[in-house]
């Protein structure tokens, strides 16, 4: 009962903007948080301890917003969980990036269906780069599909190297963006080809 009240009333206060009452609850939780996370993360100390450091950060920006009725851990658990979540999606679109912009290993296996989802992923890079500004886009399949180099490329569109490069740069950078705003049908995918 009395460790409830001391809850509440350190909540109260971390609403109010009090440093102390961070303090207080950063030591009272971050140790169960961090089992917690290191559970659910197979052992991964590295996530783990990245993941309590932006639980406690996202629980000083929405101080003003938490509910003191409710149990902090509980809470904290909450906000650790999607914050791992999102990690782990991260770092699925960062893995699916890599492996068709940059031709490394390829993700998927010979079944049908895994090829049905590997030409999905094809046709939808092709569509973005469909998107590009006539130019940039001719540089891009020239370097990605075609494989010229650079300096190829600068003679075959009479431009220098350095121009290549940054509209090679821009192109990447754009197809970055539009893998990270569809990560979720990029993700389910990405779960599927592993199955």
Known sequence: MNKMFDEVKELRALSKGSDKAFENIYKQYSGKL????MA?????????EEVVQSTFIKLWEVREQVDTRKSILSYLSSIAKNSLFNKYQHQIVEFLYQQFLLKEQPV???FIEKEIDK???ENYVDEL???LPPSRKR???LRRKEEFSTKEIADIMQISISTVETQLSLATKFIKRQFEKNYD????LCLMSLI
């Open 129 to 131: 780069i469909e998107q």
């Open 119 to 121: 030409k999905w992923l």
């Open 108 to 110: 998927y296996d010979t």
């Open 185 to 188: 049908k990029l993700f389910i």
């Open 139 to 141: 540089i891009f399949i």
């Open 40 to 48: 659910i993360s197979h052992g991964d100390h590295y996530i783990a």
């Open 34 to 37: 961090y089992n917690f996370i």
